[in-house]
């Protein structure tokens, strides 16, 4: 298995601040409820979190994905966010939205959690396999296709401890 640097820890560190700037720019003087979708974004929503000035309130949410190794047919939460989010603006941090699946599914979920607006932050916004349409309202980097390790984005639960997002080439799922 080989690897390429895709995004430097530079690139991604310059990204992130200014994606909190626009969301800061969004939601002054409202209060914030930022969910992490685990394991993924972890690293992105640290950062996120560290370079927003905007009160927030943060939970965490696990979406597993059952399926062959390459798509998706069933989604499920596997830990669900904690705290009321009735009358409440949400802000989704994904690492990649891919097949729009899972945001559809949980941006529907919320909905029905009575949150006031639903907005997704993704890392990545990768258009190639794009089943669902579901857009991130802020999303650092675009790609169309690639397989990515780095910045909490794993392969095989391995890698996501990299400071830089890597392109996966000569490797078998």
Known sequence: ???KVLFSKEQIQERVAAMAAQIDSLYAGEELVVICVLKGAFAFFSDLLRNMKTDVII???RLASYGNKTQSTHIEITKDVEIS???RHVLIVEDIVDSGKSMDFFTRYLSSRGATSIRIAALINKHGRREKSIEP???GFEMEDGFIVGYGLDFAEKYRNLDAIYEL????L
Do not use: R, S
């Not at 080439?169 to 078998?172: A, G, L, S």
């Open 1 to 3: 298995m080989q690897k």
């Open 59 to 61: 939970d965490f949410v």
């Open 85 to 87: 989010l009735e009358g």
């Open 137 to 139: 309202d802020f999303a």
């Open 169 to 172: 080439y000569d490797f078998t």
